[in-house]
């Protein structure tokens, strides 16, 4: 069993920037990956970031590109969101993930789950 632990949501303006850092308890599979989700209210799930552990190739959904960005720490075994340029609509709750046999966008697809952070932005 792995366990995702998140922090550093919170309530920010439009145009700001906030960091989430996501530390789990343990490695898993060589092939694993990590993700950051979020799910607003009334919305599904959406892919938000990820990176493949082992290559360190990142990936971002379309409405982030060039305001997020994911990076790691091996020694740590954690995983960071850096949201820049915030807007209203960033808004939801973020959730990390872990995915033993390699990337996905597909939240289904994730073995182990964070408890979620919130993520506020005002205008």
């Known amino acids: 069993q792995v366990q995702l632990v998140e922090s550093g949501g919170g309530l920010v303006q439009a145009g700001g920037s906030l960091r989430l850092s996501c530390a789990a308890s343990?490695?898993?599979?060589?092939?694993?990956?990590m993700g950051w989700f979020r799910q607003a209210p009334g919305k599904e799930r959406e892919f938000v970031a990820g990176?493949?552990?082992?290559?360190?190739?990142?990936y971002y959904g379309d409405s982030v590109k060039g305001r997020f960005t994911i990076s790691r720490d091996n020694a740590k075994n954690t995983v960071y969101l850096q949201m820049n340029s915030l807007k209203p609509e960033d808004t939801a709750v973020y959730y990390c993930?872990?995915?033993?046999?390699?990337?996905?966008?597909?939240?289904?697809?994730?073995?182990?789950w964070g408890q979620g952070t919130q993520v506020t932005v005002s205008s």
């Open positions: 993930a872990l995915e033993e046999l390699g990337f996905s966008v597909v939240a289904g697809d994730y073995d182990y």
């Open positions: 343990r490695r898993t599979f060589s092939s694993y990956a």
């Open positions: 990176v493949s552990w082992s290559s360190g190739n990142t």
